[in-house]
């Protein structure tokens, strides 16, 4: 069996660190010409919530201000829901 992290990497998913010890990150960059777009996932471990992030004109970085702006809509297919529950699992949540 697959491990969450490589579902996610099979998805276009690459693991962010985002310099907290408690968030496992998971981003993936869906930008088109002229229109930089990153989505993403993270797992709060102590508190087993879920965020799923989007930013649209620019990549975040934590720690530091950019331009980017929320907006795009993302949805959940199979796949990727798949690999959120393996995550889940290996995290002792479920």
């Known amino acids: 069996m697959e491990t969450a992290k490589e579902m996610f990497e099979k998805l276009g998913y690459y693991e962010k660190d985002v310099g907290y010890t408690n968030i496992l990150c998971y981003e993936t960059d869906v930008s088109i010409p002229d229109v930089p777009h990153y989505k993403g996932l993270q797992f709060v471990l102590n508190h087993e919530y879920i965020s799923?992030?989007?930013?649209?004109?620019?990549?975040?970085?934590?720690?530091?201000?950019r331009n980017y702006s929320y907006g795009a809509f993302n949805g959940f297919d199979v796949e990727l829901l798949r690999a959120v529950e393996q995550q889940m699992k290996e995290l002792g949540w479920i």
């Open 52 to 65: 799923i992030y989007s930013h649209v004109g620019g990549k975040y970085e934590y720690g530091k201000k």
